[in-house]
């Protein structure tokens, strides 16, 4: 039998270390236990976004039936989104086996586009392990090449207008792709380390985490599935439907109007201008923080290119007629928001690329603890989102073509405007976390957000 009389001297050491090492074991568990508690709790309860859980259940199923719906009302006679009972298709309009080949057929020709060895390469911001991605910059090649195909296809007879037919079976399949993607993108973040997840999208719930995407640059071998998805399927699909309700005016009405001659060039201008500064993706929000989840993914499939182009499919069963002064002021308005948005997106994205290069050597900046700079001269002097200002007065120009008998083409600006200043308020919350006392001093120096001395 065991007896701590029988125990030697040096015996009694022995026991007494290994007691000490077992309970420091059980000790260090105990702790690391209870930290890693405490983080999981912290990360549950980190602030949620879009409304929390609440958020996250309903935006999947209200934005699809917005789209849906907008889509319905504005080639409707009426075009009233005050018309009660609302305007509802029959289902067999939400259906046309064309568009599945139509969609796939799309992203699929955009994925090889994406991976011909065209344009350069260039690094993406430092990653948490430290590492930056290389993305390939030939978002405009792409979007040439497609011109080109699109150009051959209607040389050859290809019934482009067809698309105001297919409009809604496109969006319902967009947004079916939309679901499949994200469902996708949710499921395989489990194979992520742990790194590689974004802030935001990693609560643990999974509704949330669905919609706001876990995974921040989800890859397929050197193939970025959100990088891809932020400018090109969506983007250069938004100008092509445009396009596509052009002819149908011409087929309607043997020429193309002012009107939408304006809305087609206007909206061209800003697609053009995104994938000729593709880089420039690469420093914003989405790319930078957002995980890729549903928001991201559904806004840019099935979003952007079914809500953006809206005005130009209002304009095929609505004519207008504008008078050539009308044209030149918004021509003009759609100038001075294109240059004010172009001119600070450059500013701030030289200045975080190169703070030496001679374009923004000059500005007045303040210093931040994290090593970065802020600037408070030039646009970002003026007010703290100098391009949401020059992207909402762009936005203001694409709608005032359709004239001002109907609401409809102005849901676009309303839109925009609620989510400029619902992203305005998220990038306040990032910057102030990030930059603490600093960005305090920025906002004092720059006291407006969006509009000078309004807002
Ligand atoms: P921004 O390009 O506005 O970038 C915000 C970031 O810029 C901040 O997080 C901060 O990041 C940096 N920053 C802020 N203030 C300063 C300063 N004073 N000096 C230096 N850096 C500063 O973000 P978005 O991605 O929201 O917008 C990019 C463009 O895309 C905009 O023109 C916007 O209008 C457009 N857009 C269009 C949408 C559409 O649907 N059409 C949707 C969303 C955006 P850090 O300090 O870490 O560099």
């Known amino acids: 039998m065991f007896r701590w009389a029988n125990l030697g001297w040096f015996d009694a050491r022995v026991l007494i270390v290994a007691l000490c090492l077992l309970f420091g074991v059980r000790i260090h568990e105990e702790f690391r236990r209870q930290i890693m508690k405490l983080n999981k709790q912290k990360s549950s309860q980190a602030e949620r976004e879009f409304g929390g859980t609440l958020g996250a259940t309903c935006i999947p199923v209200f934005l699809p039936l917005t789209v849906l719906y907008l889509l319905c009302v504005c080639r409707s006679p009426a075009a009233s989104v005050l018309q009660w009972p609302p305007v509802l298709p029959p289902t067999a309009q939400l259906w046309d086996p064309l568009a599945p080949v139509l969609i796939l057929g799309w992203m699929a020709l955009q994925s090889f586009l994406y991976l011909l060895p065209m344009g350069k390469l260039s690094e993406g911001m430092v990653l948490k392990d430290g590492s930056r991605l290389k993305y390939p910059i030939n978002g405009f090649h792409a979007l040439c090449v497609t011109a080109v195909l699109l150009t051959l296809s209607l040389w050859l007879g290809m019934p482009l207008g067809y698309l105001f037919e297919l409009l809604l ?75 596509g309700m052009l002819m149908k005016e011409v087929e309607l009405r043997d020429s193309a109007s002012l009107a939408m001659i304006l809305v087609n060039s206007f909206q061209l201008l800003y697609v053009a201008d995104a994938l000729w500064n593709e880089e420039a993706v690469l420093t914003t929000m989405d790319i930078v923080h957002d995980g890729f989840g549903f928001m991201l993914v559904f806004g840019d499939l099935a979003w952007v290119p079914f809500t953006y182009g809206m005005q130009a499919a209002f304009l095929v069963v609505h004519p207008q007629s504008l008078s050539p002064l009308g044209a030149t002021a918004i021509v003009t308005l759609n100038g001075v928001g294109y240059y004010i948005f172009r001119k ?112």
């Open 169 to 243: 079976p496109l969006a319902v399949c967009a947004i079916g792709v939309s679901f499949l993607l994200s469902l996708y993108l949710y499921i395989r973040s489990f194979w992520a380390p742990h790194h590689a997840l974004a802030q935001g999208g990693n609560t643990g719930n999974p509704l949330y985490d669905f919609f706001m995407g876990r995974e921040l640059n989800p890859r397929i071998g050197s193939f970025d599935l959100k990088y891809f998805c932020e400018l090109r399927p969506g983007l250069i699909g938004w100008v092509v439907i445009n396009l």
């Open 344 to 455: 600070s997106n450059s500013q701030k994205n030289q200045f975080r690329r190169d703070p030496t290069h001679p374009s923004v050597a000059n500005l007045e900046t303040i210093a931040t603890a994290t090593g970065k700079r802020l600037l408070v001269s030039g646009w970002w002097g003026l007010v703290r989102h100098p391009n949401y200002l020059g992207d909402l007065l762009m936005a203001l120009a694409w709608s005032l073509p359709c004239g001002f008998n109907h609401l409809l083409p102005y849901f676009y600006v309303v839109y925009f405007t609620v989510l400029l200043i619902h992203r305005e308020a998220r990038d306040e919350r990032h910057c102030r976390a990030k930059y603490g006392l600093a960005w305090d001093a920025y906002c004092s120096r720059v006291p407006y957000r969006i509009f000078p001395y309004v807002y």
